[in-house]
């Protein structure tokens, strides 16, 4: 596939055979190829000075036409979705880290920003940002911290079942059996058949009384 820049160039010739003038005669048009990696590098390279400048929205045209011309641009792509992201437009954000995902398997970013995109688009953006952190924290075994921001996150969003089953452990770990049997009860009130979370359960029971 290429792209085709039509450059006219008119030349005017004169000779002086005689004393009359004689009429010019202009040379024909002629084009110069461009190979359409070169264009579509041309379309990201203006895409990416947009987004720098703030001006996202433009800047996503520019990296379309750049994967329109060249499917396998995971660069482009990759822009692309993160624009998308940032500007909240999830569903194709999802798409575009789709497409770099197809691209490259192995991309663990974009597996890392493509289910944050699905999670926001399931929970709320600010509720999964509240559960992510409360999980970072419970890696550190920050079990209070983890515990708060997973309250929060419930109270952003009361279906969010995930912050349900960590806020039962992260309790169970400080020894607080009494949230931990209430967060797991809630949390298989969404999937009643968690054989684990079952488990847990009987755990935190067991030692509340």
Not at 65 to 74: G, I, L, M, R, S
Not at 84 to 99: C, D, G, S, T, V
Request: hydrophobic share 40%; proline share 5%; aromatic share 18%.
């Amino acid at each position: 596939m290429k792209k085709a820049v039509s450059l006219a160039i008119a030349f005017l010739l004169f000779f002086a055979l005689s004393a009359s003038a004689v009429e010019p005669i202009p040379a024909p048009p002629f084009s110069v190829e461009v190979p359409a990696e070169g264009y579509a590098q041309v379309m990201f390279d203006q895409g990416y000075n947009l987004y720098q400048a703030g001006r996202k929205e433009e800047a996503i045209q520019f990296f379309i036409e750049a994967v329109t011309t060249k499917p396998d641009f995971t660069k482009a792509w990759t822009w692309l979705a993160r624009t998308y992201q940032e500007e909240n437009m999830l569903n194709e954000a999802i798409w575009a880290w789709r497409k770099v995902l197809e691209l490259e398997p192995g991309n663990s970013q974009a597996k890392y920003f493509l289910e944050k995109c699905e999670n926001w688009k399931k929970y709320g953006k600010e509720p999964w940002e509240a559960y992510e952190q409360g999980y970072l924290f419970y890696e550190q075994q920050d079990y209070f911290q983890a515990i708060e921001y997973f309250n929060k996150a419930i109270s952003q969003n009361p279906q969010m079942d995930k912050a349900y089953y960590w806020l039962g452990i992260a309790n169970l770990e400080v020894g607080d059996y009494h949230q931990a049997e209430w967060a797991l009860e809630k949390y298989l009130s969404f999937h009643p058949d968690d054989a684990n979370v079952q488990y847990w359960l009987r755990v935190a029971k067991s030692r509340a009384n």
